[in-house]
């Protein structure tokens, strides 16, 4: 799924993919599915649809501070100033990179912004309750313990201990913000898994759901 850049906001493009899916899934096959992962599931999880259907939410970003640079500047700043100076030193590097990275290939669109802690979107606009309606999963995922993981879990633990996204997230989205639409679900799990490679770590899960409907 794309959204336009003209597209202004999750709110528009929930309205537009209702009517869709209404149009082109729901009334014409038996057996169907909406699977949403990270910004799908916020979009899935309070699409205005009221014809029954089933609903897989995989960590879905109810705000994450990935999406507001200034927030993050701020955060990475305060990560470093709290540690002595010889730590300061060598991480001026990292986090200088991890800046650098996060200005060039971070997006800007509306939709981004919408998906960002604390924006007008998720405090204010967010409707949930149309989950009601569906048969709905919940995957949340914590990052994996260890040393021995894979290169991608690694690059998003590491990196996400400046946001403090490494102990109560999954390296992006806080656990916590993850849940926040269990209380409509039919099942909840969690899992070990960065914000990546959930999909693929998953995988049981969802051909568990797909099974069941």
């Given at each position: 799924m794309y959204a336009k850049p003209e597209c202004k906001g999750i709110k528009q493009l929930q309205i537009e993919l209702a009517h869709f899916i209404k149009?082109?899934?729901?009334?014409?096959?038996?057996?169907?599915?909406?699977?949403?992962?990270?910004?799908?599931?916020?979009?899935?999880?309070?699409?205005?649809?009221?014809?029954?259907?089933?609903?897989?939410?995989?960590?879905?970003?109810?705000?994450?501070?990935?999406?507001?640079?200034?927030?993050?500047?701020?955060?990475?700043?305060?990560?470093?100033?709290?540690?002595?100076?010889?730590?300061?030193?060598?991480l001026t590097p990292d986090i200088a990179l991890y800046k650098w990275v996060m200005r060039t290939i971070g997006s800007r669109r509306a939709i981004d912004y919408d998906m960002s802690i604390n924006s007008n979107f998720i405090l204010q606009e967010m409707d949930l309750s149309y989950?009601?309606?569906?048969?709905?999963?919940?995957?949340?995922?914590?990052?994996?313990?260890?040393i021995f993981i894979n290169p991608t879990d690694a690059f998003f633990r590491h990196y996400g201990k400046y946001l403090g996204l490494d102990k109560k997230g999954d390296g992006m989205v806080e656990l916590e913000k993850q849940k926040l639409c269990e209380g409509f679900a039919d099942k909840v799990t969690t899992i070990k898994a960065t914000h990546p490679?959930?999909?693929?770590?998953a995988d049981h899960e969802i051909k568990s759901f797909l099974r069941g409907i």
């Open positions: 149009s082109n899934i729901v009334n014409k096959y038996e057996k169907h599915a909406l699977i949403g992962h990270s910004k799908g599931g916020l979009i899935f999880a309070g699409l205005p649809l009221e014809i029954p259907t089933n609903i897989l939410l995989i960590t879905p970003t109810f705000g994450t501070i990935m999406g507001n640079e200034e927030l993050m500047i701020k955060t990475l700043d305060e990560y470093k100033k709290s540690k002595n100076n010889i730590q300061k030193v060598l989950l009601r309606y569906h048969h709905t999963m919940l995957i949340t995922a914590t990052c994996p313990d260890g490679t959930v999909l693929e770590k």
